[in-house]
């Protein structure tokens, strides 16, 4: 089994910063996508960031230029810097992880944290 734990939410006041980070352990052969989706109330989750395992990064239209994803795949951890954090930001934030765990190591399964709640006040 893996278990992903975030850390980093809290409260801030909009124009702020936080920094969400997300470790990995368990049964873990290697590490494919990892990546930060976002649930705010009443809405569906959304995809935040996404790196790959050689660091390719992509992000949501809503957040490019404030937020940057990184990855320390000797730790097998993901963090999210996010600056000029705005209310529509707040949400609970989660990380999701596709891990190759074997005994097959062509499959990776997808793990998810439990989630750390990121509120931005106006």
């Known amino acids: 089994q893996v278990q992903l734990v975030e850390s980093g939410g809290g409260l801030v006041q909009a124009g702020g910063s936080l920094r969400l980070s997300c470790a990995a352990s368990?049964?873990?052969?290697?590490?494919?996508?990892m990546a930060w989706y976002r649930q705010a109330p009443g809405k569906q989750r959304e995809l935040v960031a996404v790196?790959?395992?050689?660091?390719?990064?992509t992000y949501a239209y809503s957040v490019k230029g404030r937020f940057t994803i990184s990855r320390d795949n000797f730790k097998n951890t993901v963090s999210l810097q996010m600056n000029n954090l705005k209310p529509e930001d707040t949400a609970v934030y989660y990380c999701?992880?596709?891990?190759?765990?074997?005994?097959?190591?062509?499959?990776?399964?997808?793990?998810w944290g439990q989630g750390t709640q990121v509120t931005v006040s106006s």
């Open positions: 790196i790959t395992s050689g660091g390719v990064t």
């Open positions: 368990g049964s873990i052969f290697s590490i494919n996508a």
């Open positions: 999701n992880a596709a891990v190759v765990d074997g005994p097959d190591i062509f499959i990776a399964h997808d793990y």
